[in-house]
């Protein structure tokens, strides 16, 4: 018989309850109202979002990398063991909560990646963060953005005006990568209104769906010509 689940930490946010979930050591859930957002044991696409996203990159190279979203953590640590100890990775997290969990009881899922001399968090929303580095542009700009949001592009996004997937966040992200960077997204399903989007504004697009059977989501990449 499974072992029950324990509430180890919970908030309250304006989408609901946000909590993490424990049975046995190693088996966790984040969950905000009656919404699942991410089970440890159930990460596949997480761990290949972070590979593909940084396949393009020269080991020998400083890196800079930004990902938008930190969930448990897993994305984070499929990154990290792909740049070498010069790299820059950038995480932008809304809630400071879920950094306090990951350097905490989730930290044995990644090898503590949280807290990786190569890391720096910021708190606040992704969507402007990603606008502010776009208009630095230069320097500032990025090797690789990768965006792991528990929502991703549908056929319900708002083609014009949604934060994340929409044409002017894209071209927002766009400015935000250097020549020949790669803008990596994790979707829950194909989706190819966004697809056509990506493509619409420069970007050379192929998708990969981790797995051979069963529940199999997607990963959206898209890599800016020089």
């Not at 696409?45 to 969930?71: D, M, P, Q, Y």
């Not at 969990?101 to 929303?125: E, H, K, N, Y």
């Not at 020549?179 to 970007?203: C, H, T, Y």
Request: glycine share 12%; with cysteine; hydrophobic share 40%.
């Amino acid at each position: 018989m499974a072992q029950p689940w324990k509430i180890i930490s919970s908030i309250p946010t304006v989408e609901g309850l946000l909590e993490l979930r424990q049975r046995g050591e190693r088996d966790f859930l984040i969950t905000i109202g009656t919404q699942v957002l991410m089970n440890s044991l159930s990460n596949r696409s997480e761990v290949v979002l972070g590979k593909l996203g940084c396949a393009h990159l020269n080991f020998g190279s400083t890196s800079r990398v930004l990902i938008g979203g930190l969930g448990m953590g897993c994305t984070l640590g499929s990154v990290l063991d792909c740049l070498p100890s010069t790299a820059q990775v950038f995480v932008a997290e809304l809630n400071p909560i879920v950094l306090e969990w990951c350097q905490g009881p989730l930290a044995l899922l990644t090898s503590s990646a949280a807290t990786d001399p190569r890391v720096r968090f910021m708190i606040g929303d992704v969507a402007n963060i990603i606008g502010s580095f776009a208009d630095s542009g230069g320097d500032h700009c990025f090797d690789a953005i990768i965006i792991d949001l528990y929502r991703g592009p549908h056929a319900k996004t708002d083609v014009e005006n949604d934060p994340f997937y929409g044409r002017r966040a894209i071209l927002k992200s766009k400015a935000a990568l250097k020549p020949g960077g790669v803008l990596a997204v994790w979707g829950e399903n194909p989706d190819d209104g966004f697809i056509k989007r990506l493509q619409s504004a420069g970007f050379l697009v192929t998708t990969e769906r981790p797995g051979r059977g069963g529940l199999r989501h997607v990963v959206f990449l898209a890599k800016k010509t020089s």
